[in-house]
């Protein structure tokens, strides 16, 4: 398989997941038009947010699924898509968490429902709430539905329960670590670099990563080293690939990440980066800056002066590419399906990079 046919297949798996969140949307906002046509703008709203991503996860459970034999493409599709769904509830409901009111530039639920608001006259603290109680359904509505779309899967009743346990412990897990991000964001403590990785794992890379690989074999009827042997590489990719999101997030060019390069820094948020910059002298230059929600252009380059002096890019891409080598070394099993081994040693490649 070479690399043309990988995007050709990566194009497909799109496709076929996004027929199926297509028909669960259309099925939802007839159901909601009973309750009324503000019932039918929520829904809509919550497609919008569903829609136009590169469908990661959906591409974890289908190569898996298809790398390992399997050959019913709607029943992956559907378990691919309930972790989109998954996806969608996490970030919607992250958004209300830190306040958010916009996501990659453009108002989230959020912010259009306090939009509204605003432009009715509505005060902003009572705006901002409604928009916040809007996002809040929403991702609950996303969230249950995602369990709903795993069983509509197709697939027998003990492969069922089994995604179901999968999907289970990945809410679980980013549960904890969004817990635990929200207690760094209220400490005045810079958290050690391998709490910060915890959290990291937890928070994203469980349900981006570990849970749609493994869902994807257990769905193909894999032998449980292989499922084993997926968890293992999924943990350590999905651990460099946040690593490299937080670079990406300070060091990055705006027009090709589609995210600000300042506002991690104006939320002070507790990256490998900051973490390791808060172990060295250049701290004391720039600890009083971070964080600071009107952080200049200006304040901010320094800070990336001081990140670069102090080693704490170099050890940031450094930790990510010893994650991704890690990886690696777990397809180790010679019963991994070529195919298989080469979609996901190029994931790795992938994820490394995005910091070149």
């Keep these: 398989m070479n690399a043309q046919r990988l995007q050709e297949l990566s194009i497909e798996r799109q496709a076929q997941v996004d027929a199926v969140l297509d028909r669960f949307f259309s ?53 691919g898509a309930a972790f989109e769904l998954l996806h969608t509830a996490l970030i919607v409901h992250d ?3 830190d306040r958010d009111f916009s996501r990659r530039g453009i108002p989230n639920i ?15 603290p009572t705006a ?75 928070k994203t890379a469980v349900y981006s990563f570990e849970a749609p690989l493994q869902a994807g074999a257990v769905l193909a009827g894999a032998p449980e080293e292989i499922v084993a042997m997926l968890g293992q590489f999924g943990h350590d990719v999905g651990i460099a690939y946040q690593i490299v999101d937080d670079l990406l997030g300070v060091f990055g060019l705006e027009h090709e990440t589609g995210k600000t390069t300042i506002g991690d820094l104006r939320e002070g948020k507790r990256t490998v980066l900051i973490s390791h910059a808060a172990s060295t002298p250049q701290w004391e230059r ?14 901010a380059a320094e800070v990336r002066s001081a990140l670069e002096e102090s080693g704490s890019r170099r050890f940031t891409e450094s930790l990510a590419r010893d ?20 979609e996901l040693e190029a994931v790795a490649s992938d994820v490394l990079d995005r910091v070149k």
Excluded at 29 to 57: H, P
Excluded at 188 to 194: G, I, L, R, T, Y
Excluded at 323 to 342: D, M, N
């Design 286 to 299: 720039i600890r009083d800056v971070i964080g600071r929600p009107d952080l200049s252009v200006d304040q």
């Design 27 to 79: 099925l939802a906002k007839n159901r909601a038009a009973v309750f009324g046509a503000e019932y039918v703008k929520l829904w809509k709203s919550l497609e919008s947010g569903a829609s136009g991503g590169k469908r990661f996860r959906p591409r974890m459970v289908m190569a898996a699924y298809e790398g390992l034999g399997g050959r019913d493409a709607e029943s992956a599709a559907h378990v």
């Design 323 to 342: 994650h991704a080598s890690r990886a690696l070394e777990a397809l180790h099993l010679p019963e991994l399906p070529t195919q298989l081994r080469f």
């Design 128 to 202: 901002e709430h409604r928009g916040m109680s809007a996002a809040v359904i929403a991702g609950d509505l996303a969230l249950f539905n995602a369990y709903r779309l795993i069983d509509r899967s197709g697939t027998d009743a003990a492969t069922r329960e089994r995604l179901l346990d999968i999907m289970d412990h990945a809410l679980f897990a980013s549960a904890a670590g969004e817990l635990i991000d929200v207690d760094f964001s209220i400490s005045a403590e810079v958290p050690p670099v391998d709490d910060v990785v915890t959290m990291e794992r937890l």
């Design 110 to 124: 959020s912010g259009n429902y306090r939009d509204i608001a605003t432009t009715a006259g509505i005060p902003i």
């Design 95 to 97: 958004d209300v968490i």
